[in-house]
């Protein structure tokens, strides 16, 4: 049985890992991170809001669409290719508007450098989304750089990581 000495020993070693692991975990946007959830393939909205912008963010493989949806937003359906979806909206849900801003992400592969997403505006009724499309090559863990800014204000950035296997 290890002794008391030596399971301290092995308990102070886990402290500053978990303490790491929690860093290395957490999106941020604004002032504080906001800590990732574990979602594997499941489509699951990164939210940060600012003032009275929030700025949502999803990633989704194309092959998940509908056919009509991916008609309207001019995309092929595939297992390997990814929807990056972006808005930023302004007021309260269903009374929102979307407000004049820039919008730029990156994504990063483990194995490399950022990669610039050309983003595209997109036109859902009243509102502008900020879509882009690009392919991976399954399992990858990708982390995800978003920065909007409204016009007459401030960057607003979320940071958020996906990770995608290989099709079932």
């Given amino acids: 049985m290890p002794s ?6 092995h308990a102070s070693r886990l402290v500053p890992i978990l303490a790491l692991a929690a860093v290395l975990s957490a999106c941020g946007g604004g002032d504080a991170p906001k800590p990732v959830q574990p979602i594997g393939d499941a489509p699951q909205e990164a939210t940060v809001t600012v003032g009275d912008t929030t700025v949502r963010a999803n990633v989704l493989r194309t092959a998940t669409l509908n056919d009509q949806v991916a008609q309207s937003y001019g995309i092929t359906r595939d297992e390997n290719r990814l929807l990056v979806l972006i808005a930023a909206r302004r007021g309260p849900e269903g009374a929102d508007s979307s407000p004049p801003a820039t919008v730029t992400a990156t994504v990063s592969r483990l194995t ?10 997109q036109r859902v009724g009243d509102l502008v989304d900020h879509v882009a499309t ?27 990581v996906r990770e995608f296997n290989p099709p079932r």
């Fill in 4 to 9: 008391i000495h030596h399971r301290h020993r």
């Fill in 112 to 121: 490399g450098a950022p990669e610039p997403l050309t983003l595209r505006e």
């Fill in 134 to 160: 690009f392919d991976i090559r399954p399992p990858e863990t990708l982390s995800f750089d978003v920065v909007v800014t409204p016009e007459g204000g401030g960057p607003i950035n979320l940071r958020f």
